[in-house]
T-cell receptor
Framework: DAGVIQSPRHEVTEMGQEVTLRCKPISGHDYLFWYRQTMMRGLELLIYFNNNVPIDDSGMPEDRFSAKMPNASFSTLKIQPSEPRDSAVYFC???????????FGSGTRLTVV | KQEVTQIPAALSVPEGENLVLNCSFTDSAIYNLQWFRQDPGKGLTSLLLIQSSQREQTSGRLNASLDKSSGRSTLYIAASQPGDSATYLCAVNSGNTPLVFGKGTRLSVIA
């Protein structure tokens, strides 16, 4: 298995533009997590899914953020409109269980100018 | 709300030294505690998992201990090497819930 695959690796966009981050989890993993990492706040959970259903989105900072998981092999995190304070590294992770056995992707470094 | 704190934020040691990284958490009702390693520009790799009923776990030169009642864990690295340079993150969870992470300790091992 190629692991958790995230795309793009780097994204630079202008304030106000729509940004879509993509994640392909490991086949057979029932859980998918989106985390955001910044120097100030560390790794924060944004949202997680179990069997493609969103379970907890309380970490999504604003209505500008949305996430979908249309099937077991694909998830997206969308920011519309983007703002400079959204600049961070966004990680996707998947697992068989909700509390351990996570496999992380390499992350998407987002820069909003 | 669970909060995880890691001290120190950064650490620089000469090669060969033994070192200890600290992690504390506010809610002692955890299910398990994990230590991860993160290399620059990369994702996180799991190092050790300690279940709430356990006191420690060992893997090679790494030893992690857990004192659940006091809300503390330590990661001991023996005979440090330049290849150990990375950021080490501690994470906890309660039940089958997502991990809550500390901000990490950035370790530099100088040859």
């Amino acid at each position: 298995d190629a692991g958790v695959i995230q795309s793009p690796r780097h994204e630079v966009t202008e304030m106000g533009q729509e940004v879509t981050l993509r994640c392909k989890p490991i086949s057979g993993h029932d859980y998918l997590f989106w985390y955001r990492q910044t120097m100030m706040r560390g790794l924060e959970l944004l949202i997680y899914f179990n069997n493609n259903v969103p379970i907890d989105d309380s970490g999504m900072p604003e209505d500008r953020f949305s996430a979908k998981m249309p099937n077991a092999s694909f998830s997206t995190l969308k920011i519309q409109p983007s703002e400079p304070r959204d600049s961070a590294v966004y990680f996707c992770a998947s697992s068989l269980e909700g509390g351990y056995g996570y496999t992380f992707g390499s992350g998407t470094r987002l820069t909003v100018v | 709300k669970q909060e995880v704190t890691q001290i120190p934020a950064a650490l620089s040691v000469p090669e060969g030294e033994n070192l200890v990284l600290n992690c504390s958490f506010t809610d002692s009702a955890i299910y398990n505690l994990q230590w991860f390693r993160q290399d620059p520009g990369k994702g996180l790799t799991s190092l050790l998992l300690i279940q709430s009923s356990q006191r420690e776990q060992t893997s090679g030169r790494l030893n992690a201990s857990l004192d659940k009642s006091s809300g503390r864990s330590t990661l001991y690295i023996a005979a440090s090497q330049p290849g150990d340079s990375a950021t080490y993150l501690c994470a906890v969870n309660s039940g089958n819930t997502p991990l809550v992470f500390g901000k990490g300790t950035r370790l530099s091992v100088i040859a």
